[in-house]
Nanobody
Framework: QVQLVESGGGLVQPGGSLRLSCAAS????????MRWYRQAPGKGREFVAV????????TYADSVKGRFTISRDNAKSTVYLQMNSLKREDTAVYYC?????????WGQGTQVTVSS
């Protein structure tokens, strides 16, 4: 049974930082391209960042470029999202996503709230 479990969300003040983790199990993690998405209240799910299977490439949404960093540790089957200089508009539920050929999986999400 494949599981993606996000953690690290919470309440943070504007300008603060958080590090999200997504621990995968039940799959060969190193085969999977990993992405982070987010969904703000009343909005659709939007792409945040992606990382290649070996960390050889990363791409970011324009809204987070220069503030967020995606990374992975294949030995731990975990992908991370370091979020710095957080803004109120970063408030959302953050989801990790794994994809390899036709196999695709989602985590349950972790809430990030940026507020003073």
């Amino acid at each position: 049974q494949v599981q993606l479990v996000e953690s690290g969300g919470g309440l943070v003040q504007p300008g603060g930082s958080l590090r999200l983790s997504c621990a995968a199990s039940g799959l060969t993690f190193s085969n999977y391209i990993m992405r982070w998405y987010r969904q703000a209240p009343g909005k659709g799910r939007e792409f945040v960042a992606v990382i290649g299977t070996t960390g050889d490439f990363t791409t970011y949404a324009d809204s987070v470029k220069g503030r967020f960093t995606i990374s992975r540790d294949n030995a731990k089957s975990t992908v991370y999202l370091q979020m710095n200089s957080l803004k109120r508009e970063d408030t959302a539920v953050y989801y990790c996503h794994a994809i390899y050929r036709t196999a695709t999986y989602w985590g349950q999400g972790t809430q990030v709230t940026v507020s003073s």
